[in-house]
């Protein structure tokens, strides 16, 4: 596609479940990003993609997050035990090589109740 | 973690007004990034700027990376309703060339 593509764009779940979320990156784009963003904050980095490899994710909370990349395209960010905290937009970017210009998706609402 | 100081925070102008935002580090920077965000959207990408003294040009935006590498200014001309949104600074420091810092953001309202 054109774009960063996220999907769900909103997801609604209780406290305890799992939710995967889905990133598809601008074609060719071997980085790939996930941030996650609280209302009125910038975005806060997550985990950073090069190919299939996590060559950073420092960013990530605690281990109930997890992200893979199996083929170095589309990425999915796992979160186990959701917690209330974990509301936030999470927004996937990609970008040509890393380290420069990053485009973003529209991003995932993730509501834990 | 580390974050850009942004300001203003808010600011809320008459439409055909200039705007004037701008971003400081302690630290020095590699590169900075202008990205504007509408609800509901992930940022978009305005300026990137790579070089200390660098002015670069996007329409009616104008973005500077300061001589020192420690700030950038982003100015808009003529503002229009459109131009409503929160704008970042962003930006690559010596340190890390992978890891993206973000401002907090200015939120800018346009009166028309």
């Known amino acids: 596609g054109a774009g960063v593509s996220q999907t769900p764009s909103n997801k609604v779940t209780e406290k305890g479940k799992y939710v995967e979320l889905r990133c598809d990156p601008i074609?060719?784009?071997?980085?790939l990003y996930w941030y996650r963003q609280s209302l009125g904050q910038g975005p806060e980095f997550l985990i950073y993609?090069?190919?299939?490899?996590?060559?950073?994710d420092s960013g990530l909370p605690n281990d109930r997050f997890f992200a893979v990349r199996p083929e170095g395209s589309v990425s999915t960010l796992k979160i186990q035990r959701t917690e209330r905290g974990d509301s936030a937009v999470y927004l996937c970017?990609?970008?040509?090589?890393?380290?420069?210009?990053?485009?973003f998706g529209s991003g995932t609402q993730l509501s834990v109740l | 973690g580390q974050q850009l100081n942004q300001s203003p925070q808010s600011m809320f102008i008459q439409e055909g007004e200039d705007v004037s935002m701008n971003c400081t580090s302690s630290?020095?920077?590699?590169?900075w990034l202008w990205y504007k965000q509408d609800p509901g959207e992930g940022p978009v990408l305005l300026i990137a700027?790579?070089?200390a003294g660098e002015l670069t040009s996007n329409g009616r935006l104008t973005a500077q990376f300061g001589i020192t590498r420690k700030d950038s200014f982003l100015n808009i001309s003529a503002s229009i309703p459109s131009d409503v949104g929160i704008y970042f600074c962003?930006?690559?420091?010596?340190?890390?060339?992978?890891?993206?810092?973000w401002g907090l953001g200015t939120s800018l309202a346009v009166n028309p």
């Open positions: 962003a930006g690559y420091n010596a340190g890390n060339n992978r890891k993206l810092i």
């Open positions: 993609f090069q190919g299939t490899g996590a060559a950073d």
């Open positions: 630290s020095i920077f590699n590169t």
């Open positions: 700027l790579y070089k």
């Open positions: 970017a990609s970008s040509r090589q890393g380290g420069e210009k990053l485009f």
């Open positions: 074609s060719g784009h071997t980085a």
